[in-house]
């Protein structure tokens, strides 16, 4: 079995500059710059036959590349006490067709549709027995976070092996995006 989920790489700037920001927080695991991702669909565990028929039917993807740039951050839960901070994405819209069209081939592969409501963004650090002080500082200083405009041009399938520092993901095949929609 393995664990995959589809997700969106940034360039190199945009990667530095989430995966620092996610070091300021006392108590927060941080997302490492290697690692920086926005996850378009979590699949979860498959076979040997599933993951080949997701690689295959993935190639099939249409669309032309995004433009998106980092707006604000948040966290996770959106009430209560928080154990996940992320930036924004701006425009999200361009994000959520493709995720569409993913879900559709995913579909087409046998893969139940994901039942979680989706909110295009990149993890930035994960929280255990942060201050609560110095998460609502950090959010509130980076409330107007903004990143210049970046290109994104492919998809990516991605295995994520847990282990107990943290997930480590693996691209197991990249799509390019085209424009020949």
Same mark, same amino acid.
């Given at each position: 079995?393995?664990?995959?989920? !589809?997700?969106?790489? =940034?360039?190199?700037?945009?990667?530095?500059?989430?995966?620092?920001?996610?070091?300021?927080? =006392?108590?927060?695991?941080?997302?490492?710059?290697?690692?920086?991702?926005?996850?378009?669909?979590?699949?979860?565990?498959?076979?040997?036959?599933?993951?080949?028929?997701?690689?295959?039917?993935?190639?099939?993807?249409?669309?032309?590349? !995004?433009?998106?740039?980092?707006?604000?951050?948040?966290?996770?839960?959106?009430?209560?006490? =928080?154990?996940?901070?992320?930036?924004?994405?701006?425009?999200?819209?361009?994000?959520?067709?493709?995720?569409?069209?993913?879900?559709?081939?995913?579909?087409?592969?046998?893969?139940?549709?994901?039942?979680?409501?989706?909110?295009?963004?990149?993890?930035?650090?994960?929280?255990?027995?942060?201050? !609560?002080?110095?998460?609502?500082?950090?959010?509130?200083?980076?409330?107007?976070?903004?990143?210049?405009?970046?290109?994104?041009?492919?998809?990516?399938?991605?295995?994520?092996?847990?282990?107990?520092?943290?997930?480590?993901?693996?691209?197991?095949?990249?799509?390019?995006?085209?424009?020949?929609?």
């Amino acid at each position: 079995m393995i664990r995959l989920f !589809i997700g969106l790489r =940034p360039d190199k700037n945009i990667r530095r500059l989430l995966s620092s920001l996610g070091t300021s927080i =006392p108590g927060s695991r941080p997302v490492p710059e290697e690692q920086v991702h926005l996850t378009l669909r979590f699949i979860g565990e498959v076979d040997g036959n599933l993951f080949h028929d997701i690689k295959e039917s993935l190639s099939k993807l249409q669309t032309s590349p !995004i433009t998106l740039a980092i707006r604000g951050t948040g966290h996770f839960p959106p009430r209560g006490n =928080p154990r996940v901070i992320w930036a924004g994405v701006d425009p999200a819209g361009d994000i959520i067709i493709l995720r569409k069209k993913v879900n559709y081939l995913l579909n087409l592969c046998g893969v139940a549709p994901e039942q979680r409501k989706f909110h295009p963004h990149f993890t930035l650090a994960r929280l255990k027995n942060s201050p !609560i002080k110095r998460v609502a500082g950090f959010l509130a200083a980076n409330a107007l976070l903004q990143s210049p405009p970046c290109t994104i041009d492919r998809v990516s399938l991605f295995s994520s092996n847990l282990t107990p520092k943290g997930a480590l993901h693996k691209e197991e095949a990249s799509y390019l995006l085209n424009s020949d929609e």
